[in-house]
């Protein structure tokens, strides 16, 4: 088993950044990739952005990209996304995924093994 924990959530003003972290314990050896994904209300969980264990390609929902990035710290087991020029459109739970295999789409819920609690994004206009 993994277990994920997110941090960095909070109440921001459009224009302003936000650095998630995910730290992650247990059977961490048998991450292959993390990810994130967001939940609006009355909307569905979408992805946000992943990266790959192996080779350490990235991947960015269209909505984000060059605006989000994500990285990791191999040392302290953690992920962060790091969120600049943030928007009301932005504003959602974000969850932390991991996956333990190979299969599936990195892009998609059912890619991903185990999650985190989820942290909550504000972001004001």
């Known amino acids: 088993q993994v277990q994920l924990v997110e941090s960095g959530g909070g109440l921001v003003q459009a224009g302003d950044s936000l650095r998630l972290s995910c730290a992650a314990s247990?059977?961490?050896?048998?991450?292959?990739?993390m990810g994130w994904f967001r939940q609006a209300p009355g909307k569905e969980r979408e992805f946000v952005s992943a990266?790959?264990?192996?080779?350490?390609?990235?991947y960015y929902a269209d909505s984000v990209k060059g605006r989000f990035t994500i990285s990791r710290d191999n040392a302290k087991n953690t992920v962060y996304l790091q969120m600049n020029s943030l928007t009301p459109e932005d504003t959602a739970v974000y969850y932390c995924a991991a996956r333990a295999g190979y299969s599936g789409s990195y892009l998609h819920n059912s890619g991903y093994d185990y999650w985190g609690q989820g942290t909550q994004v504000t972001v004001s206009s």
């Open positions: 990266l790959r264990w192996s080779g350490g390609t990235t």
């Open positions: 247990g059977r961490t050896f048998s991450i292959t990739a």
